[in-house]
């Protein structure tokens, strides 16, 4: 899919943005893809562009102290994948193409630069930096101790669903390829307990898995099972 400065108002990033001001960006940045499972950047690495991610799904994770993938975020089109710029570019997170993206890349010099120009983009970065606060916060709290996998499970997926659903005949199909690996990293439970939790839930008519993607038949019901039990 190729985008182009008329055609991605749509995406988050940019919804709040001047026409001139997009338009400047391309002008000055590069459009770079990416095919699923390349790495975009590692944790160390010292990072020398802004990363605006236009299409497909990222993953953003980090190592844990016994070397184990934790995954922080999974974000689609319209956000910026690197919060570094400003005091130390080098970066902490690894960020890796869940699907093949398609890539703005801008020089960090240049974006902070334009940042002081222009404050609208000023502003996108900001609201950026309050979309990743708030879902950290939620994740927070949906990765307590005490809350029991089924819930955490249940949580993660309503929240993909919402993200990156899109509707098919049994209900809510996650459009990004997820193993149960993958999910097992994002809710950091070993896979085998996974396994068990999501036969449990498919039990309860609340989870399909077919062909390394997860379809929410009851969404609402999803929610209120992990909201309430």
């Not at 919804?15 to 499972?37: A, C, H, I």
């Not at 005091?87 to 890539?103: G, K, N, V």
Request: charged share 25%; net charge positive.
């Amino acid at each position: 899919m190729e985008l182009h400065p008329q055609n991605v108002r749509k995406l988050p990033f940019f919804r709040d943005l001047p026409d001139s001001l997009t338009e400047k960006l391309f002008q000055n940045g590069r459009l770079v893809r990416y095919r699923k499972g390349a790495t975009v950047f590692s944790s160390g690495e010292l990072l020398s562009c802004a990363y605006l991610l236009l299409d497909g799904e990222a993953m953003i994770y980090n190592l844990t102290r016994r070397g184990n993938r934790k995954i922080i975020f999974i974000l689609g089109g319209g956000h910026l994948l690197n919060h570094n710029l400003a005091a130390s570019r080098r970066t902490a997170i690894f960020c890796e193409a869940s699907s093949p993206l398609l890539m703005l890349t801008l020089p960090v010099s240049f974006f902070l630069q334009t940042m002081d120009e222009e404050p609208p983009l000023a502003r996108a970065v900001l609201a950026e930096y309050e979309r990743y606060i708030w879902r950290l916060d939620h994740q927070l709290k949906n990765t307590a101790g005490s809350m029991r996998v089924e819930r955490k499970i249940a949580a993660k997926l309503w929240k993909l669903g919402r993200d990156f659903g899109v509707s098919c005949p049994e209900g809510i199909l996650i459009r990004p390829e997820l193993t149960l690996t993958v999910l097992a990293d994002m809710v950091g439970a070993p896979r085998e307990t996974i396994s068990r939790a999501c036969k449990q839930l498919s039990a309860r008519q609340l989870l399909l898995y077919r062909n390394r993607h997860f379809i929410l038949p009851d969404p609402e019901g999803l929610a209120a099972f992990y909201k309430t039990v």
